[in-house]
């Protein structure tokens, strides 16, 4: 009888065999709560071929996270699209015990922010973005940089305040040149 069960064909019914073997009310019991958990069986079975189950892990497991106080930037790079407007910013820190914070700027020759993005408890040591370049003509040697730091709770804060104190715990920057296109706009 157990062998036009559907639900023990959809792939648990070895568990009925390996231990039920004979015994009336264990069969029973195991029999209802196969039904039970059919759903959600079928469910991982069904992400699993379509190849949404996942193992999730964040960091290198040989990694020791830091402290806040510890955590530094390991790389910042910046390297410029071919329609010299957009940058794709490459930022990676050290593994970390708390969420850190940061703030990314980029600035044109003549010192004006161009772009700016802010990080907010990031939950990844590598972050790789896309910041979009102000400006009519860019042209010349531009400067990212990039700042990592925590935010301090004010102890005797009565309501939350728009500058909040910050511990800053590393900094970097990099530059890249944008060269003047010739012809293509027929110059």
Known sequence: MWLRDPILRSGIGFWHDFLCLGHPDLRHFILTWIRKLQPAWRALRLLDTIGF??????????????????????????????DNRRVRITLEVTPFQRRPNGEVSITNPQGEEVASASIIESIVPRLEFTMHLRGENPVGEYRVSATIFYAVEAESQEAPSAEQERMVVD????????REERG???E
């Open 53 to 82: 189950a996942m193992d999730i892990f964040f960091q290198d497991p040989s990694a020791i996270p830091l402290p806040p106080n510890e955590v530094r930037i390991k790389q910042l790079r910046a390297e410029l699209w071919p």
């Open 171 to 178: 900094m970097a920057s990099v530059s890249f040149t944008i």
């Open 184 to 186: 293509e706009r027929g």
